[in-house]
T-cell receptor, first 115, second 112 residues
Framework: KAGVTQTPRYLIKTRGQQVTLSCSPI?????VSWYQQTPGQGLQFLFEYFSETQRNKGNFPGRFSGRQFSNSRSEMNVSTLELGDSALYLC??????????????FGPGTRLTVL | AQTVTQSQPEMSVQEAETVTLSCTYD???????LFWYKQPPSRQMILVIRQEAYKQQNATENRFSVNFQKAAKSFSLKISDSQLGDTAMYFC?????????FGAGTTVTVRA
């Protein structure tokens, strides 16, 4: 079974631009969560999508948004990029079935560099 | 809000020996999940082991085992027979309502 895939793997943008990251979950997984990893703040939860609806949101500004499609694929968008948005963005998928199978499995991440 | 604390920033262990990583958490919830993930230099986050809070039995997964003390809110990971491929950063994570909260991580280096 294929794992979680994220595209692109690397991105370089300049301040003020916007960026879109994509995540395809494991087949059969309907929940997609996004996390930001930086050396200073560590791993922080951004948001979770399930059945095309945002179910949870972390403490990030409105410049960070996302969506989920009917095939469970998810995109994350960051507008008006700032230097501090440079990070590894990790996507994770799970079944979200209310059982012990709710483990989140991670993709390889997208490394975003803002210049 | 849930907080997860890993008090050991770095640990070093000789190949074939055992190392134990500590993790404590703070929550007012009673039903939750706990995980250990490893992140090798490739940055791929890999599940090591998971524990359901309602289960008293400690989880084991091959050379990896946990010591779960619910009352003390402690969740340590023991790596037995350490191998060079175990070199990675290890994160303790708490999940409630499908949201993971992570500790700061412990870098484990296995020496040949």
């Amino acid at each position: 079974k294929a794992g979680v895939t994220q595209t692109p793997r690397y991105l370089i943008k300049t301040r003020g631009q916007q960026v879109t990251l994509s995540c395809s979950p494991i087949s059969g997984h309907r929940s997609v969560s996004w996390y930001q990893q930086t050396p200073g703040q560590g791993l922080q939860f951004l948001f979770e999508y399930f059945s095309e609806t945002q179910r949870n949101k972390g403490n990030f500004p409105g410049r960070f948004s996302g969506r989920q499609f009917s095939n469970s694929r998810s995109e994350m968008n960051v507008s008006t990029l700032e230097l501090g948005d440079s990070a590894l963005y990790l996507c994770a998928s799970s079944r979200r079935s209310g059982t012990s199978t709710d483990t989140q499995y991670f993709g390889p991440g997208t490394r975003l560099t803002v210049l | 809000a849930q907080t997860v604390t890993q008090s050991q920033p770095e640990m070093s262990v000789q190949e074939a020996e055992t190392v134990t990583l500590s993790c404590t958490y703070d929550t007012s919830e009673s039903n939750y999940y706990l995980f250990w993930y490893k992140q090798p230099p490739s940055r791929q986050m890999i599940l090591v082991i998971r524990q359901e809070a309602y289960k008293q039995q400690n989880a084991t997964e091959n050379r990896f085992s946990v010591n779960f003390q619910k009352a003390a809110k402690s969740f340590s990971l023991k790596i037995s027979d350490s191998q060079l491929g175990d070199t990675a950063m290890y994160f303790c994570a708490f999940m409630y309502d499908y949201k993971l909260s992570f500790g700061a991580g412990t870098t484990v280096t296995v020496r040949a």
